[in-house]
């Protein structure tokens, strides 16, 4: 019997083209503008790292001035000092944990055709790479003992890699940045988080960095900082000391925390810390340390901004203006055919039976406007990676799941336009139609 429904309703989009089209446009173009919008939001607050979101914890400690609220309000500022990220990371009982900030270097060509240019680097220990599962093209990352001697080693990105060595296997070769002879160890596969979770602080979107040294050499060698420096009082004296010393806020911190004794243990460790260090003077505000695991992380941070939100209620509002439209032209149709029911009715067919018949056929026009809009959707995508470039660069992609969303969205959208257009049709007497042939 559906099969039967189906062709009928089939016949009668063929037997009126036109008004056919007219309904797969105004649900395509509903759909196009809806999915365009859901996609990019599906992006930013998909989950970037699923298999383990929940072991990964950003570290917090309220270190701020109990009569400022700071940056962040009166919560805890989301970087935290040079002497309490080395004293987390050198006590404090985490499975992994790494203290990690940005910094940018110039790099020196070996040829003398190409000018010097300068590199995104994350400056981070060696926990990085298996607590973050980074994938590795060629060798990997440094040991824990180039972090104790301040190695000159680096970890490249595919790109950069690409750039200086054409791709090829550069483990054990050397790339020199800033005066500095790096030896490459590891060459990083595609490895693109999305959003940017470990380092929220200068952008989500942020495409990852070119390459990674480690933190203590960086800090030996007094290499630039790039990001956020947040200070609640001056630094006490001059040079490299005082500042690492000083109350600036600049570090990002992380701990993998494989199940919830690990975290009471560690929140445990960290609240003692603390209570240690208002000893000393410091700490002025009330105990309220925090673990924020991935994702509570990034909706602490709003990572999906609120007009990313407005957009999206926004296309949803067009897509039932695109409806209301639908159901007009539905109506219209159907209106058109109450001879033709009323026949049929006259004939013993149950208004369940025609009812079935009118919704399939409804069904069917969502079905073309679910495949247009699909197109009309990637027209979107393409036009928002142009107008903001890299930016969005990896948000503008239709995976399997957004494509299958986008057909079912635009077949439920039609089922529930055609419900009303249904309903008035299957309720006409057929009496009162018949007198009338």
Excluded at 28 to 36: K, N
Excluded at 121 to 141: E, H, Q, V
Excluded at 210 to 215: H, M, S
Excluded at 281 to 306: A, C, H
Aim: aromatic share 10%; charged share 20%.
């Amino acid at each position: 019997m559906f099969n039967y429904y189906l062709k009928l309703g089939w016949l009668s989009i063929r037997g009126n083209p036109w008004l056919s089209l007219l309904m797969v446009a105004a649900i395509g173009t509903g759909i196009g503008a809806c999915m365009t919008i859901l996609t990019v939001n599906h992006a930013m607050s998909s989950n970037p790292i699923p298999h383990k979101s929940e072991q990964l914890f950003h570290v917090q400690l309220d270190s701020w001035d109990a009569n400022d609220p700071g940056p962040e309000g009166f919560t805890p500022p989301d970087q935290m000092t040079y002497r309490d990220a080395i004293a987390l990371k050198e006590g404090a009982p985490a499975y992994r944990s790494i203290a990690s900030n940005r910094s940018g270097l110039v790099l020196e060509p070996e040829s003398g055709d190409e000018n010097p240019y300068t590199v995104d680097i994350r400056n981070t220990w060696a926990d990085f790479f298996p607590m973050f599962d980074l994938p590795f093209l060629y060798g990997s990352g440094w040991d824990s003992t180039a972090d104790e001697t301040r190695e000159p080693v680096v970890v490249l990105s595919r790109e950069l890699n690409e750039r200086i060595f054409g791709g090829e296997d550069s483990v054990g070769r050397t790339v020199r940045m800033s005066g500095i002879n790096f030896r490459v160890v590891g060459v990083l596969d595609v490895w693109l988080a999305v959003p940017k979770f470990y380092d929220v602080t200068i952008g989500a979107f942020n495409l990852p960095e070119d390459a990674f040294i480690p933190f203590t050499l960086a800090i030996d060698q007094e290499l630039p900082r790039n990001g956020n420096t947040n200070c609640w009082k001056p630094v006490e004296g001059e040079g490299r000391e005082a500042f690492l010393n000083s109350e600036c806020a600049w570090i990002q911190f992380w701990a993998e925390l494989r199940n919830e004794e690990e975290k009471a243990e560690y929140m445990n460790w960290l609240n003692a810390y603390v209570e240690q260090q208002k000893e000393l003077g410091r700490f002025p505000r009330p105990l309220n340390n925090r673990l924020l695991d991935v994702m509570e992380w990034m909706e602490d941070r709003q990572v999906v901004e609120d007009d990313a939100q407005v957009m999206l209620g926004l296309s949803f509002l067009f897509l039932v203006v695109c409806l209301l439209n639908t159901i007009g032209l539905l109506l219209a149709k159907f209106m058109r055919k109450t001879g033709d029911i009323s026949v049929r009715r006259a004939l013993g067919a149950r208004r369940s039976d025609l009812f079935m018949q009118h919704m399939i056929e409804a069904g069917l026009i969502g079905l073309g406007g679910g495949i247009l809009g699909l197109g009309l959707t990637w027209l979107g995508l393409q036009g928002i990676e142009v107008l903001f470039g890299d930016f969005v660069e990896n948000l503008v992609h239709l995976d399997w799941q957004m494509m299958l969303t986008a057909i079912g969205l635009a077949i439920a959208s039609a089922l529930v336009a055609g419900l009303y257009p249904t309903w008035r049709a299957t309720q006409v007497m057929p009496a009162s139609q018949l007198k009338t042939q």
